[in-house]
């Protein structure tokens, strides 16, 4: 069975500032998607970014960006001048290409993020 | 945007009673999810939902849980003779297509108290 891990409960930056939230994952399957959601107080799911494991290049979206090593198994996020909204619990998440579980997303415990002016 | 809403966005029950929470997915979707959160834990998948019948559900969707399309609006979660252990927050969430990478949108979160 998968598994993902964020081994950072939580983690603070100074505005403007870079931070990276870390993520990995185990799994058998060599195709696979894999996701940051994040949740800010008003506890909806946004999802920031996607990456397919079949890319080597690393998704980017605007100040977000990922840093992938499938061999390593490692999915961590890469937050740029960081900014007050960016506060929230930030989500690792797993999910299969193939199979019958066709929206089983895994999910890591998150990560909460501060961010101080 | 168009979002998944859910209601009730804070329930307080008694031990041993019914809730049901409810959801509207995004009005083009095909796929309806319920995943929740126990305090301090994992986001945990429960159920998928397509073409009224579930496609897949979680150990943790027992007899006790049931979903329902009831009016092809509606997405509805029920939990009979809810239990301490059922705290937590549950979030429904819908999709478009099938394919796995396209995006899943999530609701902002029923969070239930059973005490």
């Known amino acids: 069975a998968q598994t993902v891990t964020q081994s950072q409960p939580e983690m603070s930056v100074q505005e403007a500032e870079t931070v990276t939230l870390s993520c990995t994952y185990d799994t058998s399957e060599s195709d696979y998607y894999l996701f940051w959601y994040k949740q800010p107080p008003s506890r909806q799911m946004i999802l920031v970014i996607r990456?397919?494991?079949?890319?080597?290049q690393n998704a980017t979206e605007n100040r977000f960006s990922v840093n992938f090593q499938k061999a390593a198994k490692s999915f961590s996020l890469k937050i740029s001048d960081s900014q007050l909204g960016d506060a929230a619990m930030y989500f690792c998440?797993?999910?299969?290409?193939?199979?019958?579980?066709?929206?089983?997303?895994?999910f890591g415990k998150g990560t909460k993020l501060s961010v101080k002016p | 945007e168009p979002e998944v809403t859910q209601t009730p966005s804070h329930q307080v029950t008694q031990m041993g009673q019914e809730v049901i929470l409810r959801c509207v997915p995004i009005s083009n979707h095909l796929y309806f999810y319920w995943y929740r959160q126990i305090l301090g834990q994992k986001v945990e998948f429960l159920v998928s939902?397509?073409?009224?019948?579930?496609?897949?559900k979680s150990e943790i969707f027992d007899d006790q849980f049931s979903v329902e399309r009831p009016d092809g609006s509606n997405f509805t979660l029920k939990i009979r003779s809810t239990k301490l252990e059922d705290s937590a927050m549950y979030f429904c969430?819908?999709?478009?297509?099938?394919?796995?990478?396209?995006?899943?949108?999530f609701g902002e979160g029923s969070w239930l108290t059973v005490v």
């Open positions: 990456q397919e494991a079949y890319k080597q």
């Open positions: 969430a819908s999709q478009g297509m099938v394919r796995a990478g396209n995006t899943i949108y």
């Open positions: 998440a797993y999910r299969s290409f193939y199979g019958g579980s066709q929206g089983n997303l895994i």
């Open positions: 939902f397509y073409n009224n019948e579930i496609s897949e």
